[in-house]
């Protein structure tokens, strides 16, 4: 017989003694196989039931996900007003929809821009097309006079200029589009500018019948900045002015110089800028 002995020395009441334990190694060895058998059976079970589990919690905690999932499946470019479901704001899925929402609201933002600035563009480019096709079609149509025939020349090139100022307003939203600009800062002369601007504009003027007349300093009037962009930002101001001036109006273009302070101004006699749309003064078109 074989026994596995403890011994432990103690002082008990000033007498020292000696503890011994003694257990038979067979009893010691059928529990440990007991606890083992035990443990072989327990495990697998435990671990098929925490699999389970966590298999089940996974489950439940990604459903919020799968139905946000299904509900951005549902959404295209037609549908771009739908938006996720938001349950709880405050823990994760809830952020993440709010923070899907949001974008999903920029990207329709940017798409009804798009639509807007291609309906807007589609009918900038027709009308002066559809008036080139019409004078064209009546000179062909009819005899005319040589001095007709000037007049019907003379429109379809006052149309061509229109297009050229669309067709240039186009290409440089398309090379800003997305990038910063490239500006290259020279000295300008903002008389200069100004009375290139109205020689360019001076058929489109004339259509109209409005007279456009400046009044600038003599000397030059000078600042630093981009010649293109200015002069392009300057056609734009003078166009509207002529586009909206009633015909035999005078619209006046002047400029001076105060220190370290230029002006060039534009002072033309329509009714103004509704107040209702002031905050889109600085849209495209």
Not at 1 to 14: A, K, S, T
Not at 36 to 47: E, F, N, Q, T
Not at 66 to 82: F, P, V
Not at 230 to 249: C, G, T, V
Request: charged letters at 25%; glycine letters at 8%; proline letters at 5%.
């Amino acid at each position: 017989m074989h026994l596995r002995l403890l011994q432990r020395r103690v002082v008990l009441e000033g007498q020292p003694l000696i503890l011994r334990a003694a257990l038979r190694e067979d009893d010691f060895a059928r529990g440990l196989r007991v606890v083992l058998w035990v443990m072989a059976g327990a495990l697998p079970v435990a671990l098929l039931l925490a699999g389970a589990s966590g298999y089940w919690l996974a489950g439940r905690g990604l459903m919020p996900i799968q139905r946000m999932a299904g509900e951005a499946e549902r959404i295209h470019a037609e549908r771009l007003d739908a938006r996720l479901p938001v349950v709880n704001r405050f823990d994760e899925t809830g952020r993440l929809a709010v923070a899907f929402n949001a974008l999903l609201g920029r990207l329709e933002a940017a798409f009804e821009q798009l639509r807007q600035f291609t309906a807007d563009a589609s009918h900038e480019l027709r009308t002066p097309l559809t008036v080139i096709r019409s004078v064209g079609e009546m000179g062909l149509r009819e005899t005319h006079s040589v001095a007709e025939y000037r007049d019907i020349i003379g429109t379809m090139l006052e149309e061509v200029d229109r297009l050229t100022l669309l067709t240039t307003m186009l290409l440089d939203l398309t090379r800003s589009e997305g990038r910063r600009p490239t500006m290259d800062r020279v000295s300008i002369d903002l008389c200069e500018l100004a009375a290139d601007a109205a020689g360019f504009l001076g058929v489109l003027a004339e259509e109209a019948r409005v007279d456009v007349r400046l009044d600038l300093p003599a000397e030059p009037v000078r600042t630093y900045g981009d010649w293109t962009a200015l002069r392009q930002a300057f056609i734009n101001l003078l166009d509207n002015a002529i586009k909206h001036s009633p015909p035999e109006s005078v619209v006046v273009v002047s400029g001076f110089e105060s220190g370290s302070y230029v002006e060039l101004s534009v002072k033309d006699s329509g009714p103004g800028i509704p107040k209702n749309e002031l905050p889109f003064i600085f849209d495209r078109f």
